[in-house]
C-alpha cells in the first residue's frame, strides 16, 4: 500500500507539472499527456523514499498529500513557463509597434492568440530549447525535486507564493524588455523620421507608406537579431531552470 501510495503521489505531481509547461498544455492531447506522466511516474517512483510517508495514513491525509503534491508541480511548471511568457511578450510589444498586432495567429502549443512575431520568438525559444536539451534538463529537475522535496516534505508557504509572484513578474518584464528594446528604438527613430517627413511634406499620405515602412525596418531587425536572440535565450532557460532549483530549495526548508 505504501508503494502505491507513493506511486500515486509522483503521478499526481509529475501530471502537474506536465499541464502547467507550455509545450504539453494547450490542444497537446490529453492521451499522450497521460502516458508520459505514467511512464515518468514508474521511472520516479523508485527513488521516492517511501519511510517519507506517514506511518499511519487516513484520508485526510493523503488529500492533503495529493493536493500538496498538485501545487508543488504546478509551481515548477508556471515558474517555466513565466521565461517563456516573457518571450511571447517581447513579441506582442515589437508586433504591435510594428502594426502586425491585427494578425494573429492561434498557438497550437497554448490555444491562445498571438501576434505573429510573438509566434515566431516563441516557436524559436522553443527549437532552442530542444536544440540545448532542455527537455532532458526539465527531466532532470523533475528528478532531483523528488529528491529534495520526497511526499509529505514540502514546505509550501504563503511567502513562498509572494516571492515568486513578484520576483517572476519582475523577472519576465525585465526579460520581455531586453528581448524587445532593439525593435522598439528602431521603430521610434522610424517613428520620428516620418514626423519630420509629414512636417516636411504634408501631401504624403503617410498611413500607406508608413505600413511597409515600419514592417521592414522591424523585420530587419529581427533578422539581424537573431544569433544574439538565440544566444540570450539559452542564457534565459539556464536561469529558468537554476530558479527551479533555488524553488525546490525554498519549498524543502
Not at 55 to 68: C, D, E, N, W
Not at 192 to 204: D, E, H, K, N, S
Amino acid at each position: 500500500m505504501e508503494h502505491v501510495l507513493a506511486f500515486g503521489f509522483v503521478l499526481i505531481r509529475i501530471a502537474a507539472i506536465l499541464f502547467a509547461l507550455p509545450m504539453w498544455s494547450g490542444r497537446f492531447p490529453v492521451a499522450w499527456k497521460l502516458t508520459a506522466a505514467l511512464w515518468l511516474s514508474i521511472l520516479f517512483g523508485f527513488i521516492v523514499p517511501v519511510d517519507a510517508l506517514p506511518q499511519t495514513l487516513t484520508m485526510k491525509l493523503v488529500v492533503i498529500g495529493g493536493l500538496r503534491e498538485f501545487l508543488t508541480g504546478a509551481l515548477l511548471g508556471f515558474l517555466v513557463r513565466l521565461f517563456l511568457a516573457a518571450i511571447t511578450l517581447a513579441g506582442q510589444l515589437a508586433g504591435f509597434q510594428m502594426g502586425l498586432a491585427i494578425a494573429n495567429v492561434i498557438d497550437p502549443a497554448t490555444s491562445d492568440r498571438y501576434s505573429i512575431v510573438a509566434q515566431l520568438l516563441n516557436l524559436t525559444a522553443l527549437f532552442v530549447l530542444l536544440e540545448m536539451d532542455g527537455h532532458l534538463m526539465a527531466v532532470q529537475v523533475v528528478a532531483k525535486s523528488f529528491e529534495w522535496i520526497p511526499p509529505f516534505s514540502g514546505a509550501i508557504r504563503g511567502e513562498v507564493f509572494h516571492d515568486l509572484v513578484l520576483s517572476g513578474g519582475t523577472t519576465m518584464f525585465r526579460v520581455a524588455l531586453q528581448i524587445g528594446w532593439p525593435v522598439s528604438v528602431a521603430l521610434l527613430l522610424v517613428y520620428l523620421a516620418m514626423a519630420l517627413l509629414v512636417r516636411v511634406a504634408p501631401q504624403i499620405n503617410m498611413l500607406m507608406v508608413g505600413f511597409p515602412i515600419t514592417i521592414s525596418v522591424g523585420l530587419i531587425v529581427i533578422l539581424l537579431g537573431v544569433s544574439p536572440f538565440i544566444v540570450g535565450t539559452e542564457r534565459i532557460f539556464q536561469d529558468a531552470f537554476l530558479a527551479v532549483e533555488r524553488l525546490l530549495a525554498a519549498l524543502g526548508t
